[in-house]
């Protein structure tokens, strides 16, 4: 990935300076709830080497969260993307995304199906539940069916956002977890290293989002951290690969689990991502025991 190595030589600097966490064990919840919500973000190329091989892209991501601390969490996405290539092809692309996994970390279930434009290329189906010492078993259900075991203790999506906004809460900046999230097949775990920017206030002047950004103000209420994530694949057999990420990932996470504005970095071309939409959702509490 071309410009990281400065980025992490100086990331290793900052993690031998400041708090940090490193997950080899599940995390205790710590009182942190994620805020059901809708958020829509409109894509857009911001730049590209030539071995990418695309010239311009366009697209729009959805992100759906509900759940809560007793029904357990869902999660569903839909990324659709057009892509021009140097010889002047337009290829359409179609992502979506649905988890299910519930609130103790131990059973997660997903489904992620792909389209080039109306055609559907590919499905992945199973579930993955916690064995003793943190692995994970999965059972694939389609394309067809199989088993495969991560003898890493990894977290789940969820489980990771709260580990990261805990160790925001707590003055942490760096976090060190391998996630499993169904994706790539269903057959990979990714290591990830997690940098935790100074916390930013309830926003107003040049950090308050736009009004034309629906609910805007209830997330200019909110405390927020610079976040950026650096995925790096681990095989099977738990070897991390400790050459460069495989992509990464840097946006605003606020309090309540939303994230702003945000870059995917996947080394040889660069997205944008703008957040246009949010809207809130109401969840039952859970009831008092």
Sequence with gaps: MNNTTSIFAAGLIFATVFPSVQLHALPARAGVELTPHRAIYDLQLRSAEPSANVTDLTGRLVLDFTGSACAGYTYKSRLVTQMTDQDGGTFTSDMRTSTWEDA???????????????????????????KEKGSIAVSFETPASGEVEFERTALF???????????????????????YDGSEEGKKLYSTTTFIGRPLEPASGKMALGADIENAPRLNATTSWPISISFFDTATSGQRDEGLPTYELAFRLFANGVSGDLTINYGDFLIGGKLTRVDFTSEADCPRE
């Design 104 to 130: 103790r970390g131990e059973e997660f279930r997903f489904e992620n199906i792909e389209y080039n434009g109306v055609q559907q290329t590919s499905i992945t189906s199973g579930s993955a539940s916690r």
């Design 157 to 179: 999506p969820t489980q990771h956002s709260l580990a990261i906004l805990e160790a925001a809460f707590d003055g942490k900046q760096l976090v060190q977890a391998d996630v």
